[in-house]
């Protein structure tokens, strides 16, 4: 982030798309130098991935601004589990995943939503949302959610935000998971 912020200033970057090439070649050859533990090389691999997959569309800025604060505290579990699903999800909206919030009407019965299996969608009961967490952001509740399209890449993005997606088998719903906070914190 200090590297942009002088990038920024000295006018090498002035767009987006310069923004991202910057961050993406900056954080190959901080990987290919080894500048960092082991620890966050998951991460940079991610990010590098991130970068060339979805260009601009990734805003890499925004995640490493977010793995900054995340990292430090991944092991102390800093971060509230409301916080850390916050993110993910505006993560996943930015790498193209549609995120819907739904009644209990869409939900289940004969107005429930049907899901395009080949289209990358999130959408999770309201009524699981408003009752999962306590005033703190803790989790104390299942939160339900159907799950279509590259479940595993949006696995991954779960799994570094400290969430696991848990399959449900379910004969009234297709594509059912639990999202489960590894820790509460």
Do not use: H
């Amino acid at each position: 982030m200090i590297a942009l912020a002088f990038a920024r200033k000295d006018g090498t970057v002035r767009s987006a798309a310069q923004e991202n090439l910057f961050l993406t070649c900056w954080l190959a050859f901080a990987q290919k130098q080894r500048r960092f533990s082991r620890d966050v090389a998951p991460d940079i691999d991610w990010l590098l991935k991130q970068g060339r997959q979805y260009g601009v569309n990734a805003k890499l800025a925004d995640k490493l601004d977010y793995l900054s604060v995340a990292i430090p505290f991944r092991d102390a579990y800093g971060q509230d589990a409301l916080s850390r699903l916050t993110f993910v999800m505006e993560a996943a909206k930015d790498m193209g995943w549609i995120y819907r919030l739904l009644t209990d009407r869409e939900w289940s019965g004969r107005y429930a939503v049907n899901l395009n299996p080949g289209l990358n969608s999130i959408c999770v009961s309201q009524t699981s949302l408003a009752t999962g967490f306590d005033a703190e952001g803790r989790q104390i509740k299942p939160l339900m959610a159907r799950l279509t399209g590259s479940v595993a890449g949006l696995e991954q993005l779960f799994d570094r935000c400290g969430w696991k997606l848990v399959a449900e088998r379910n004969d009234d719903f297709k594509n059912l998971f639990t999202l489960a906070a590894e820790n509460n914190g």
